[in-house]
């Protein structure tokens, strides 16, 4: 690893070091996208088989234009994130996240235990709108480094949200539902939450040889970069290089207001990045539109594990959310069960994510 004054890149994933193989480890399985577009049955099936399960799985994106965009842009918009992250943190403030969640999160404004610690990464939530559409300067600024790539990121959006939908279409037709019920929720043209989120999380700090690598040395506690959570959306794409992903052994099944903590027992399992591939997790959307069919798995983020806890962590994801006015309600269908249990208040899906993102202790101006 080059010293921190000889460094002149930070997202440079071609040095970093393998993946430990003695830390414990999710089994997912790996669906190809190219099978999905060609419509195998049998991978289509394995889709649904892992969104009921663990809800997470992951895709395998070469061989398919719409893949191939995904794996290059990827590393493309950290390369961007790289230098937007390098602005000062005054200038980065500027671009603060509101309501609507787009913009910038500075590390530390979200709590990841009852005890009131502070996650330590910092992201920003570029809207989809903003990138497909022509600016309105008046609603909402970006930084120059954003607008003056915005052809690689409307591409992006484009490309990740239309993945979306095929795997959206694929669990409708599992699930008795006529595929335009989710695809009319998630028109790409309307108004929504969608965003592509750059995340960076920093290098782990020293650790003795008793101390996880996830953890501060000097308290012991661990450090949490990402809290635990279940995404508030419909269908979550996630590109990362290095280790710091983890779930919860244990599904949820229930769409609801969360304290950010898991709700049943269990323990927290590493997910191992995978070359070529994303990694495909459901949000409470999906829960509560199936009615507790498919599952929302909870993760949080920690510093990478062994060796690459030393490097500074990049991720870029593309969150697939209803559109802004949709009512979150469950849909009606052969494989969707019916139940008495009210489904309490019913709100538009701006007012759900914000809910869900104000329950994690999120820092947000109206």
């Known amino acids: 690893m080059p010293h921190k004054e000889e460094r002149v890149c930070e997202f440079t994933p071609e040095l970093y070091p393998p993946f430990p193989d003695d830390i414990p480890t999710v089994e997912l399985q790996t669906i190809a996208l190219a099978k999905l577009l060609d419509r195998d049955v049998g991978e289509k099936d394995r889709v649904f088989d892992a969104c009921v399960g663990r809800g997470f799985f992951y895709l395998e994106l070469g061989g398919c234009n719409p893949g191939e965009i995904i794996l290059d842009g990827a590393e493309k918009i950290a390369r961007v ?17 509101g309501k609507k969640l787009f913009g910038y999160k500075y590390a530390g404004s979200s709590v990841t235990d009852k005890a009131g610690t502070r996650d330590t990464a910092e992201f920003f939530n570029i809207a989809k709108n903003d990138m497909i559409m022509p600016i309105d300067p008046t609603r909402r600024p970006w930084p120059s480094e954003i607008l003056d ?3 690689l990121f409307a591409s992006y959006v484009e490309n990740a949200h239309s993945i979306g939908m095929t795997v959206l279409s694929i669990l409708a037709e599992k699930l008795g539902v006529d595929p335009s019920e989710f695809t009319s929720r998630h028109r790409i043209e309307e108004p929504s939450g969608d965003h592509v989120r750059i995340t960076r999380g920093p290098p782990a700090k020293e650790t003795s040889e008793k101390t996880p690598s996830n953890a501060d040395s000097s308290t012991g506690k661990e450090e949490i970069q990402t809290p635990s959570h279940t995404d508030f959306g419909t269908i979550t794409i996630l590109m990362n290089w290095l280790g710091g992903l983890q779930v919860w052994s244990e599904s949820a099944r229930k769409a609801q207001l969360s304290n950010g903590q898991p709700d049943v027992p269990g323990k927290w399992l590493w997910v191992k990045p995978k070359r070529g591939c994303a990694i495909i997790n459901l949000g409470d959307a999906a829960m509560r539109f199936s009615n507790g069919v498919l599952c929302a798995g909870r993760h949080r983020v920690v510093p990478a594990p062994g060796a690459q806890a030393q490097w500074p962590r990049f991720s870029i994801v593309y969150f697939v959310r209803p559109e802004d006015s949709c009512i979150m309600k469950k849909l009606r269908g052969k494989n969707i069960p019916e139940d008495s249990e009210d489904e309490g208040e019913l709100l538009t899906a701006t007012e759900w994510i914000y809910r869900q993102s104000s329950a994690l202790g999120n820092k947000l101006d109206d």
Request: charged fraction near 30%; charge should be positive.
């Open 81 to 97: 994130g790289e230098h937007v992250f390098k602005l000062s943190l005054t200038e980065k403030m500027q671009y603060k996240q």
């Open 149 to 151: 790539q915005k052809p």
